[in-house]
């Protein structure tokens, strides 16, 4: 904080001495010993809270990044899927003898009706084994 040597402390030690007396000079130091106490703390609570607020910026930041990259992860997946529909849309055209191509829906609704589909999918064969799980367990069940 401040640059001083011996020299410095003793010269202030003395126009201390000669200014407040010997019986005040003890309070004194004791009192100014007090408030550089009080001082330091409270500069160094301000630093921790500066620090800490420079870490919470830090954190949104980085939150606001992987934001951004889950986002356009996201946006990659729907454009996935969409070409998957509009494939299997393509192919469902393409085998109608009818000659007529139904009406396009717009990309929310291929989307949802693509994921319904591949949950369905994955739901039937889940509950085609937790039925035969069942059937089983009515079996051995002792009676």
Excluded: H
Excluded at 67 to 82: A, I
Excluded at 87 to 95: D, F, I, L, V, W
Excluded at 109 to 115: G, N, T
């Amino acid at each position: 904080m401040f640059d001083m040597g011996f020299l410095e402390l003793m010269l202030i030690g003395v126009v201390g001495l000669l200014v407040l007396g010997p019986e005040r000079l003890p309070k004194a130091a004791r009192t100014l010993g007090l408030w550089i106490g009080k001082i330091k703390r409270t500069v160094s609570g301000m630093q921790r809270e500066i620090s800490a607020q420079l870490e919470a910026e830090e954190l949104r930041q980085k939150l606001n990044e992987q934001q951004k990259k889950l986002d356009e992860g996201v946006q990659q997946v729907k454009r996935g899927v969409e070409s998957i529909a509009e494939e299997e849309s393509g192919k469902r055209s393409a085998g109608d003898d009818a000659g007529e191509a139904p009406p396009t829906a717009p990309p929310e609704k291929r989307l949802d009706d693509a994921l319904a589909r591949a949950r369905t999918g994955s739901e039937g064969d889940d509950s085609k084994g937790s039925a035969d799980a069942s059937t089983a367990d009515k079996d051995s069940a002792p009676r």
